[in-house]
């Protein structure tokens, strides 16, 4: 069989295989689009997925399958859709779906080309596009792995933000001497001023002093009163 014929058959099997998604430009040229499955949370719950297809473009080469066939790659992005969970937290809205990028197109294209490089002088297409397919699928699950260690990194901050709430501080040699010499300060200083309230009290005089001394105004009130008894006295005259 020769090359032509043997390119011929492969490109017939693989219309049978992918015929919804094989697309043929040419005799040597067709591209197959991988719809990619997307990745399962660990409590498989609902997930905004970025309904991705790996669009593998092939172009046999003149000596092909004894060459290598040449591989281009690139990303269709589909409808974010949501699969959904009633029970899960996942997913929610306003998440960004889980997707492949630029830099996971190179990581897939070295794929490619060692795979190509693995089954020469064999048609090699289909085992190319399923290997494609398995490690972009690995890549979307590891980027869901991921992202569910973050948002669990991020609630445990959380709760250890609201536990500190109710936690006082941990007591060391350290900050006890600290707190000990302003409570030292604190209780000299508190003296100092009971000291000067209690000297004011004692400077003051007792009520019986006020009135022994007539500092109320008693006595002069009573020595007032005889005084005007007396010119009232002789002030009368006897008729």
């Given at each position: ?10 490109l ?9 998604e ?12 991988a ?7 660990s409590n ?59 830099s996971?197109l ?28 398995d ?21 445990r ?27 030292v ?29 007539g ?16 010119q ?8």
């Open positions: 069989m020769d090359r032509e014929e043997e390119r011929a058959q492969e017939e099997l693989l219309q049978s295989m992918y015929p919804d094989m697309t043929v430009v040419s005799p040597t040229v067709f591209t197959i689009a719809q990619l499955e997307p990745p399962t949370p498989g719950g609902a997930l905004r997925t970025g309904n991705q297809s790996l669009l593998v473009r092939v172009e046999y080469t003149e000596n092909y399958p004894e060459t290598a066939p040449v591989i281009e790659l690139s990303l269709e992005q589909g409808q974010v859709e949501m699969v959904e969970d009633e029970d899960s937290n996942e997913g929610k809205v306003g998440e960004e779906p889980i997707v492949l990028d630029d996971d190179g990581k897939l294209s070295d794929k490619a080309a060692q795979e190509a490089e693995d089954n020469l002088g064999f048609p090699s297409v289909f085992a190319i596009v399923s290997s494609l397919k490690q972009a699928e690995a890549m979307l699950q590891e980027k869901q792995v991921e992202r569910e260690r973050e948002r669990e990194a991020k609630l901050e959380e709760e250890e933000r609201e536990q500190a709430k109710f936690r006082g501080t941990l007591v060391d040699r350290e900050n006890f001497f600290e707190w000990r010499r302003k409570f300060a604190e209780m000299a200083a508190l003296a100092e001023k009971d000291d000067g309230k209690n000297e004011e009290i004692r400077k003051r005089p007792t009520g019986r002093e006020i009135f022994e001394k500092l109320d105004g008693s006595k002069d009130s009573d020595d007032d009163g005889d005084e005007s008894i007396q009232r006295v002789k002030n009368v005259s006897i008729s």
